[in-house]
């Protein structure tokens, strides 16, 4: 009877298939069925509506019809008794909770004008966004953390900027260094003029855009399906003193960055150089970047034959001689750092 468990009957005695109903009916008519005609339906033996002959064992009779209401009907009643054991517990639990709320003062729900407001969903942020975009009338700060900035992310905000642009509104935008190397970004910096004003670090901070110096909005999440929505007065200068500290520091998109003084490693070379001394893994560094990890590592290799290094360890030693591991040096100081190749440093 392998393969006709009860999987293939899920049913109790108050609803039998038709198979089993044909067998069973016949069982009652006639007394007794062979044993070979319940194989298909093994549901009647698990329901005990038949059962082995003791007199022969090749043949099976049936439970009487009585007995079997007699078994349902009891079944229902001990449903019915734990039902309504069920329903009392849920009336004495609400009766209990509406206890407690007569007891404390009730919390007025979130408003518009809400402090801090979870934006849940890429829509709703999106509809926020928009509603603080036509609000806006005098500034807009961002900060745009990772690398090259994707020509499609550009395009789904060039609306709302160009909306700006269009009520005088100025733009001041914070980037890394590898954005630079982003046509979209160029043509989204073309396409505003004046009206907006980027510079980049090696590093930034999460996503920030403050409109106006009144609302900001940063991440709540790690892959950005939930914001922030913030209008706390001392919240928002903190994060505009932030921003111009970051924007201070920064160098802007139409200037080159600094040459690093030291022949054959690159700026962001020397940016790795000083996070590695910090200590940090490949991916910590390539996201802090905006780099992939693949090019972190091909930079990390271009440095460790720079300054003649054969193994980690050793290329960390090369930085500290090398003066890597701390603030970049003025150009054309001198370092002492080897030739490609060379073993001499020890």
Partial sequence: MAGHGTDEHPHGADRLCEAGDRVYSRAVRRGRVPRRDAEPVPCLLELALLHPDPDDMDWLVPTSPQEVMTRLLRGMYQEISASQRRVGTAVEAFEWYAGL???????????EGSAIRV??????????????????????????????RREAELSEGLHRALALRGRGVRMRDLYTHVARHGQGLLTYLELMGD?????????????????????????????????????????????????????????????????????????????IAALLAEGHQDAVIAERLGISVRTCRAHIARLS???GAASRTQLGVRIAQAGLDGP?????ASLGVPARGSRSVR
């Avoid at 970049?328 to 054309?332: K, L, S």
């Fill in 328 to 332: 970049p040096r003025r150009a054309g």
């Fill in 195 to 271: 009206a907006v004003e980027a510079r980049t670090l090696d590093e930034v901070i999460d996503r920030l855009i403050l409109f106006d110096r009144t609302v900001a909005f940063i991440p709540a999440n790690a892959d950005r399906t939930m914001a922030l929505e913030l209008r706390h007065p001392a919240l928002v200068e903190y994060l505009v003193t932030v921003f111009e500290r970051l924007w201070r520091l920064a160098i802007p998109l139409t200037a080159p960055l600094p040459d690093t003084g030291i022949e054959g490693i690159s700026h962001r070379e020397q940016s």
């Fill in 101 to 111: 709320g007569r007891q404390v003062r009730p919390v007025p729900p979130a408003t």
């Fill in 305 to 307: 034959e720079t300054l």
């Fill in 119 to 148: 934006l849940d969903g890429l829509a709703r942020i999106q509809a926020a966004m928009d509603e603080a975009t036509e609000a806006c009338t005098t500034e807009v700060l961002t900060v745009q953390p990772g690398g090259i």
